[in-house]
């Protein structure tokens, strides 16, 4: 008896071993491959489509500074530090180190050529995610938004090996994404976005200073914001660029913020504060609110340019996936 049964269960083990492998296959692919996760039809509600992601595995994220060993210009993110890439070429001096002559241009021109190299530093990008309460608002909600705008941020990084943080804050940061590399934690990171929920007032300048106490990694700093904050908004962006962050404010706003349809007795409520207003809108009133937006966003963009920080802004009822990278290249953010 113990035969027949030992070669019925071996039977069995073979029927069932192609279907239980290519189970597991099927999961390492999904793992290995974030598209395949993001296939799904709850993720695909929440962050991106898969042919949106292999748009963005063919984009680089692009830092304005650069160091280079003999040249000066720019510098983009690359895969690993202390690596480097061919720049320009200069001619030959006494004293120059004779490593660095290249005998081919030798051997064609009968000159001595110096290979001028440029530095591929590891950029950390740093991904600040407002998620106070009202980025909790708007056709879609601005934090919706701002999670996708993260997403494909994140993804571009992680597809170069860039290291990725992030954090999601209001008047502190309440989630943290702790430094990652590689396609192969695409997932994770996604899941951390999804799980961000909208908390408390917004007040940047205390979310930065908490953010500081915990990273000591410089490099790109992404502010995902809709900047609606009474104070600490020009105080929070300085102590980016005071600690030597290339700083990028990607600034959204609800199409009904922009141009606000509204008319008659009407009553205002913040959604941060709970402060309700009522008053009576018109024209002129209309008019006056458009006159303070543009002010406002001549002021911001005015003190972003002072402090050399990249400044976007996004309208969120317009389609993420069709403009994002053309507004993304626009602002030299991705190349």
């Known amino acids: 008896m113990v035969q027949p049964l030992r070669e019925r269960l071996a039977t069995l083990v073979e029927r069932v071993r192609p279907t239980v492998l290519e189970g597991w296959r099927a999961r390492a692919r999904a793992h290995a491959d974030p598209r395949h996760w993001l296939s799904g039809k709850a993720a695909s509600e929440s962050l991106l489509d898969e042919e949106f992601l292999r748009r963005l595995e063919r984009l680089s994220l692009f830092a304005q500074r650069s160091v280079k060993t003999g040249l000066i210009g720019e510098h983009r993110s690359v895969r690993r530090a202390n690596s480097f890439e061919f720049a320009d070429y200069r001619h030959y001096v006494p004293g120059d180190d004779f490593r660095r002559i290249d005998w081919n241009a030798y051997g064609r021109l009968d000159q001595l ?95 930065i200073r908490d953010y500081l106490t915990r990273t000591h990694h410089g490099g790109i700093a992404i502010v995902i914001s809709d900047l609606l904050s009474a104070e600490g908004i020009t105080e929070g962006l300085d102590l980016l660029t005071q600690r030597g962050f290339e700083t990028t404010v990607i600034h959204l706003l609800d199409a009904r913020e922009l141009q606000p349809n509204v008319a008659g007795d009407v009553e205002l409520y913040d959604v941060e504060t709970g402060e309700r207003i009522e008053l009576t809108v018109g024209p002129e009133s209309l008019r006056s609110y458009k006159r303070r937006l543009e002010d406002w966003f001549a002021e911001t963009e005015a003190f972003c340019a002072r402090r050399a920080i990249n400044y976007l802004r996004m309208d969120t009822s317009l389609p993420f996936e069709g403009l994002a990278i053309q507004y993304f290249r626009q602002r030299r953010l991705v190349r």
């Open 113 to 207: 050529f110096l290979k001028l190299t440029e530095a591929k530093e590891d950029v950390g990008v740093h991904l600040l995610i407002d998620a106070s309460r009202s980025m909790d608002w708007g056709r879609p909600r601005k934090l919706h938004y701002a999670r996708q705008v993260a997403a494909a941020l994140g993804y571009i990084g992680l597809s170069r090996f860039d290291s990725i943080i992030a954090a999601a804050f209001s008047d502190r940061v309440h989630d943290y994404f702790a430094p990652a590399r590689g396609k192969s934690m695409a997932l994770s990171f996604f899941g951390f976005l999804d799980g961000i929920e909208p908390d408390a007032t917004t007040d940047l300048h205390a979310a």
